[in-house]
């Protein structure tokens, strides 16, 4: 009953929108947009933010843009009207109109309008990132399905915070900082991957207990404010060497307090050293590989719907990006010898989830990694 009422009332509220107020467009600013006659059979929709976001959006449309252009197949963005279901479900109902064969929908936000939409459009295929269809139904247990034209793909964030992580104190940092957006369980993953990896570096460097300091903090939300920023700055005076800016337009701000004190920076998502000189590396999830891969598998006829897929190390799904980082002493031998050794398996990094139970900062075993975790 739970499903049939989320269906019924968000289907209601879609039309009703579209009637009162008029779908979501891709805007004037969208460069594939072309006439109103046009048809577009790849589409993307943006979770209301930029398609220049320099993150998730951005490395999301990249793949989509570059597998296009190289086969020619027309593709459009639409940033939906408003941050909540019934304005995804308008946008993708509009590109559905618009003639689109694949739609991505980048980020969990995505998960109930695609647990949805999958339903509603059976010949249209979903590629979601970041999450699995759900109904949202958290205070009585979620129900998951993924349909046989939907694709979920994951990452393992906690393996790209590791080598984050691992990076910086092999480079001689000690005092780290994390500042993460929303505490949900990508971001999570992020920090938790963070400190294990500078727990591990610190113990090939042979340091002692207490050695490395970190400090942790969730910002709530993946908006820029001058509260993230005077924070920030808060940690740069008190010694903080590098943040590890985990949370969209987070890093906007967290950059803005580096490059006034001086302080250095590490990015999200995709590379972000464009952003900002303070910007020393990026945790990478391969977004552009991922929507590439699965477009690819679309027009080959392999299209793996029904299924959730996990990109890791072992198959190039996270990672730094050493062409353009700014250490001074950890060296591309050394990021191929830790990356080997997420590829074997040979390092149990801890996520969000143990045993079937939620981890906390405190479950993580540490000693040499002192975490002060601030509200």
């Known amino acids: 009953m739970k499903k049939t009422n989320l269906l019924a009332i968000l289907v209601a509220a879609l039309f009703a929108a579209c009637l009162l107020a008029g779908c979501a467009s891709g805007g004037d600013d969208n460069p594939d947009s072309g006439s109103s006659g046009d048809a ?36 459009k963005y ?9 304005a995804y ?62 694709v979920g793909v994951t990452y393992a964030e906690q393996e790209a915070g590791f080598l984050a992580g691992y990076a910086a104190v092999i480079d001689g940092y000690r005092n780290l900082g994390f500042m993460g957006g929303m505490a949900v369980p990508a971001v999570k993953k992020f920090g938790y991957g963070f400190i294990q990896g500078a727990e591990y570096a610190g113990a090939e460097l042979g340091l002692g207990a207490g050695d490395i300091a970190i400090r942790y903090h969730y910002t709530g ?5 001058p509260e993230i920023e005077t924070m920030s700055s808060a940690w740069y005076n008190d010694g903080v060497e590098v943040i590890f800016a985990c949370g969209g337009a987070v890093g906007n701000s967290v950059m803005a307090a580096a490059e006034k004190a001086g302080m250095k920076v590490i990015g999200v998502d995709i590379d972000q050293s464009s952003e900002s000189a303070t910007v020393i590396t990026s945790a990478m999830k391969e977004l552009a590989v991922s929507v590439y891969d699965c477009l690819k598998d679309y027009y080959a006829g392999n299209f793996p719907g029904g299924k959730n ?19 001074e002493t950890f060296k591309q031998s050394d990021y191929d010898i830790v990356f080997a050794k997420l590829q074997d398996g040979a390092v149990d990094i801890w996520g969000d989830m143990r045993n079937g139970a939620d981890v906390s900062v405190s479950d993580i075993p540490k000693s040499i990694v002192i975490v002060n975790e601030i509200a």
Do not use: R
């Open 309 to 327: 897929i996990t990109f890791t190390a072992a198959n190039y799904g996270v990672g730094l990006p050493m062409s353009t980082s700014k250490f």
């Open 89 to 150: 479900l308008d946008a993708i109902d509009l590109a559905v109109k618009g003639g689109a064969k694949v739609i991505v929908t980048p980020g969990f936000l995505f998960e109930v309008p695609i647990y949805l939409a999958q339903d509603m459009y059976p010949d249209v295929k979903f590629i979601l990132l970041d999450g699995s269809p759900n109904d949202g139904d958290w205070d009585n247990g979620p129900d998951f399905k993924t349909g046989a034209n939907t």
């Open 40 to 75: 577009f059979e790849l589409a993307l929709i943006t979770d209301i933010g930029t398609i220049d976001d320099k993150s998730f959006n951005q490395g999301s449309w990249e793949g989509l843009k570059k597998y296009a252009d190289e086969f020619n197949k027309t593709h």
């Open 78 to 86: 639409y940033q939906p009207a408003a941050k909540d279901n019934t």
């Open 221 to 225: 939300d993946f908006i820029a404010t």
